[in-house]
C-alpha cells in the first residue's frame, strides 16, 4: 500500500483492523483518545465491536471478556488510565489471554499534564498489578512503528497468551508521519482454549484461580518459562552508528529520535556516538547492551522520566561502564542540542583524556 | 445442601462428578443451607429446561460462587470482584448467539462492581445477571456488606449497621430500574419452598429472555448464609423470610418483555479486500509511489506558529503532505493540549530528502509566524540564513535578526480582503512557495485537495495561494533558492 501521511495514534487502530482486530473497548484520555476516535469510527464498519466503557477498569475487563472469548481485542489509554487497569492486566496475564494495550504516555504523577513523558516505564515493563507477571513491551519511535508494532503486538500475543503492551508517548502518539501499512489479513480462527458458547469449546475454562500452592506454583513456573522464552526469542533494539561507538546513548520512543539526531551533531563535532534504541522494553534488549559494552567507554541514558529505563540499563551493565543519566520531566522533551550540550560536558574532561570517570 | 432442595435429580447441566475440585469431588463446597446451592439448582434447571447448555457461558465473581465452574456443565470464565458484568458484555458483543449468564453476590456487585452493573444496564446489553444478596461477605468471613440491614452486626459493624456512618442497605432493583434500558427486573427470595418455587420460574425467565434476543434481565435473589450469620439452615432461611424481604421487599420491578424492541441485526462484516478502502488508505495518491529521490536535495526544519483558529496546523500539514507526495521523507509535529486551549498553536514540519531522525524542530531553518507572540518566541532559535514570514506589516523594531531572510506582510488583512479572514495561513504557504521555489504547484493543490474537505473551502484555498504568489510576484523578497536547496 501506498504510504500516507498518519497520525501515530490513528497508525494504531488501522493497523489493528489489518491485523484482524475487532473489538476495542475504552475509555476516553488524553493524548490517547484519536485511538478510541479511530476504533469507533472503524471498527463498526468492519463487523466489529467499539464501546465506550465506564471507566478503564471496565476497558481492561471487557478486553478480559472479549480475549475470553477468542477475539483479537484491543483497548489503549494513559497515566492514570493505565494505573486503573493493573489489576486486570493481572488477571489477563494470569488467565494467559491474548490482547492489546497501547499506553501513549502523558506526565504524572496524578493527574500530571497530558504532555508528553516517559513515566509509565515501571508500571508497564515492571508489572504494575500484583503477581509475578510481565506484559511484553514494544517501544515504536515513528508512526511507521505505531503500526508495524501494533501489528507485531498482536502476533505476540497469540504466540505467548499474553497482553502486550505498545508503550508510547504524547508526541510519538500525536505526530504524523507515512505510514505503508500491510495488507489486511482474514480474522484468524478462534484458538481453541477460547470460550465461545458452542458445544465444542463447552468444557473450556478461563480462570486465573489456582487454588492449591502446588498447583499455582506449577502455574507461575510455567509463566516464568514462557517469559523466558520471550527473552531468549523476542528483545530487539536498534543500533545506529554504534559500530565505532565511544560513548552509546541509550532512550526509546521520541527520545530515541532526538537522540539518533544528538548522534549526527556530536559525530560533526568529531565525538564518536552511537545510539542503542529498545524496541522491546520487556524483555529488554540485554544482550545487545551487554555486546556493545564491551568497545563503547560509556554510556548516557536519556528519557523523560527521573530514571526508570535507566534502572534497567544499570541491572544490564552491572556496572561494566559508567552510566550517565540526562532527564527531563513534566512534559518537556529536549531537544537535540540541549540533550548534545550536556552530553559534551558531561564527557569534556574523559574525551580530553581520553579516560572515561565513573561517575556516582 | 439444607432442607428445602427443590431439584431431587442432578440438573444434566452440572458436572457428574467435579473434577476441577481438588477433594470431595461429589458434593459443592457450599456449606449446608447456603443460597448459591439452591440458585445454582435452579439456574442448572433452567439452562436444561431451555436446551442451551452448549451455548452458555457462565461468568463468575469473586466471592463464595467463585467456583460456579466446579459444577457448570458450560463455558466457563472467571471474572475479577466485581467485573463480571464487563466480562459478560464483551462475550455478548462478540459472540452473540452465545447465552451469557453473570452471577455476582451483592459485596461483588453492589459494592466493588457498582459502576459495571449500572453501565451493563444502561446500554442494555442483552444478558441475564444473577444477583446473590445474602446481606455480608460471605468469602471473606462476615464482613458487611452495602446490602447488610440496618443494625445487623457483622465484623467491620461490631456494633450493628449505622446509618450515619454506614448508610443504609442498597437497593439494587430499585436502583437499575431508575434505567430506561433494562427489559426485566425482579427480586426474589429463597425464605420459602413458595418463594424458592417463584425464583425457580423468575430465573429460567431471566433466562430465556436472554434466548429471545430481549435486552438486559436482572434477577436479585435474597439468599441465605447460615454459616455467618450463625444460624442452622432452616433459622437462616426464615431469617431472609422475616428480614431480608422485610428490607427490600420481593416484587417484579419491571417487565417490559412484550414491548421491547428487537435489537437490529449485525450488519455483516465486509469483504477483507474491502477493509483497506474502508480505512481510507486507497485515496487520492498518485498510483505508482514516487519513484526514488527528487532530484533537489532538502533538509527543512520548519516551525508554523500563531493562534489557535489561524490555521497553524493546517499549514504545516499541507506542507508534509505535499513533500511526501515530491518525494521527500516527512513529518509533522504538532503542540496539543492545554497549549492549544491557551490560545497558541504551533508545530514541527520537516521535510528532507534523507530519513528523519528527530521530528521535533528546534534550530528551524524556515519559521513561519503567524502572530507576534510567536515571532518574539521563536525567532531566536532561527538558524542564521534562515527563512522568516511573519504575519504583519513589517517586523517590529526590537525583533529583527540582520542574519536572516525576513518576509513581513499582512497575511490575515490580504485574507480579509479576499472576504475570508482565516484563510491568511495558505496566503502565507502562497507566499513561502513563489519565493523560495519549494514543492511544485500540483503537488500542493493535490495536499490541499486530501486534506480540505470542503469544496468551498477548496476554492478558497486555491485563491489564497495564488494570493499569496502574487504579493511575492509584486516585490521579490531576497530569499533566493540558493539558500533552502542544500541546507
Ligand atoms: C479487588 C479485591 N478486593 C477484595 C477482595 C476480597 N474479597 C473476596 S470475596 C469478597 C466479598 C464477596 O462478597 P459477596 O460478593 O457478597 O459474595 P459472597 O461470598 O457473600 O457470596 C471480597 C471483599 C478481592 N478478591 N479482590
Ligand atoms: S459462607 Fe455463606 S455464602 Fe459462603 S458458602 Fe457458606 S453459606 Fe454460602
Ligand atoms: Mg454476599
Known sequence: MQAQLTKGNEAIVKAAVLAGCRAYYGYPITPASEIAEAAA??????????????????????LYGGAAAGVRCMTASSGPGISLMQEGLSYIAGAELPCVVADIMRGGPGLGNIAPEQSDYNQIVKGGGHGCYHTLVLAPGSAQEMADFTTWAFDLADQYRNPVVVLADGYTGQMMEPVRFADPIAVPPPPEWAVRGTAQTRPNLVTSIFLEPDLLEKHIRKLEAKYHEAERREARAECWRTEDAEIVLVGYGIMGRVLKAVVGLARAQGIKVGLLRPLTLYPFPTAKLRELSRDARAFLVAELSTGQLLDDVRLTLEGRRPIEFFSRVGGNVPSAEEVLAFLVHTFASSLESQEVLVHG | MGSFTVTQERAECFYDCFERKAELQ???????????????????????????QDRTILISPVGCSVFAYYYFDVGNIQSAH????????????????????????????????????????????????????????????????????????????????????????????????????????????????????????????????????????????????????????????RFVRDEMAKTFGIANLRDHTKEAAMRPAAVPPPAIEEIPRILGLVNGHAEAPPTGRPDRALNLHIKVAGFGGQGVLLLGEVLAEAGLEAGYEVSWLPSYGPEMRSGTSNCHVRLSSDPIDSPMVS???????????SLRKFLPAVEAGGIVLYNGEAFPEDCARRDVRGMALPFSHLADGMGESKAGNIIMLGALLEATGLLEEEQVIGALRRLVKSQRWFELDLKALECGREEVRKQPFPMAEDYLWGV
Open chain 1, 41 to 62: 469510527l472503524y471498527l463498526p464498519q468492519v463487523g466489529g465491536v467499539f464501546l465506550q466503557a465506564e471507566s478503564e477498569t471496565a476497558s481492561i475487563n471487557m
Open chain 2, 363 to 373: 534550530r528551524p531553518n524556515v519559521l513561519l509566524a503567524l502572530n507576534e507572540p
Open chain 2, 26 to 52: 461429589h458434593q459443592t463446597h457450599y456449606c449446608p443451607g447456603c443460597g448459591h446451592g439452591i440458585v445454582h439448582k435452579l439456574l442448572a434447571q433452567a439452562i436444561d429446561e431451555l436446551g442451551i
Open chain 2, 82 to 237: 466485581g467485573r463480571a458484568p464487563a466480562v459478560a458484555t464483551a462475550v455478548k458483543r462478540s459472540r452473540p448467539e452465545s447465552i451469557v449468564v453473570s452471577y455476582q453476590g451483592d459485596g461483588d456487585l453492589a459494592a466493588i462492581g457498582t459502576a459495571e452493573i449500572v453501565h451493563a444496564a444502561n446500554r442494555g446489553e442483552p444478558i441475564t445477571v444473577i444477583f446473590v444478596n445474602n446481606g455480608i461477605y460471605g468469602m471473606t468471613g462476615g464482613q458487611m456488606a452495602p446490602t447488610t440491614p440496618l443494625g445487623k452486626k457483622s465484623t467491620t459493624s461490631p456494633f450493628g449497621r449505622n446509618q450515619w456512618t454506614e448508610g443504609f442497605p442498597v437497593h439494587v432493583c430499585e436502583l437499575l430500574n431508575s434505567l430506561e434500558a433494562p427489559v426485566f427486573i425482579e427480586r426474589v427470595g429463597l425464605g420459602t419452598n413458595k418463594q424458592i418455587m417463584n425464583a425457580a420460574k423468575v430465573i429460567k425467565r431471566a433466562v430465556e429472555n436472554q434466548v429471545h434476543g430481549l435486552g438486559f434481565s436482572f434477577v436479585e435473589v435474597l439468599s441465605p448464609c447460615p454459616t455467618i450469620w450463625k444460624l442452622n439452615p432452616v433459622e437462616a432461611q
